[in-house]
């Protein structure tokens, strides 16, 4: 059987038994996934490189922690959620881009970065407040608390399911609730002088 056949708790077992094979599969399913999750919290193209390596480096060192009750996603993505918050703690992270971070330099990189807020029936005088509107979003998300700011994304961006996204905070899922609540109603009281 191939590793591409395996599932991610199968070759977990096979990494931890030291299979460079089964490391390599991991990586390989889990790069762009979570490079993209990075990418859009911090939206610096190097950095989100820099963290997603860090991730990998992480996961590899210490998957022998790896708990196959869980979700293998779940767990890397908590571990990247984790090193990327320590780092926008550390090193203030100003915004969101709407259309895509300034480090992107490819198309797919450009569409992993970029929320579409823009309907394809618009006039251009509604993709032009649409725009305005987006630009006006994303500077408010940068404004949140770097916890507000986690949870809204993996919620509204990344579109996780709130137990997964309390796995990945290593938060209780009440607390989830109050942070993605708390984010929601900051946003609407900054954005209370647009027609959101």
Do not use: C
Request: aromatic share 8%; no cysteine.
């Amino acid at each position: 059987m191939t590793a591409t056949a395996l599932s991610d708790h199968e070759l977990v077992a096979h990494a931890q038994q030291g299979s460079d094979k089964a490391y390599r599969e991991l990586l390989g399913r889990y790069q762009r996934p979570v490079f993209s999750l990075i990418y859009r919290m911090v939206r610096d193209r190097e950095q989100a490189e820099d963290l997603a390596q860090e991730t990998f480096v992480r996961v590899f060192n210490h998957i022998e922690r790896y708990d196959p009750a869980y979700k293998f996603s779940s767990w890397i993505f908590k571990i990247a959620t984790n090193l990327t918050i320590d780092f926008m703690r550390r090193k203030e992270v100003a915004t969101v881009s709407i259309d895509g971070s300034r480090y992107a330099t490819t198309p797919d990189e450009i569409e992993a970065s970029t929320i579409t807020v823009a309907s394809k029936d618009e006039s251009p005088e509604e993709l032009l407040e649409a725009r305005e509107l987006g630009n006006e979003i994303e500077q408010a998300i940068g404004r949140l608390r770097p916890e507000y700011r986690t949870a809204i994304l993996l919620r509204h961006i990344e579109d996780r399911p709130y137990e997964e996204i309390a796995l990945v905070m290593s938060l209780p899922l009440g607390t989830v609730k109050t942070y993605i609540h708390r984010g929601r109603k900051e946003l609407q009281e900054m954005l209370a002088h647009t027609r959101v």
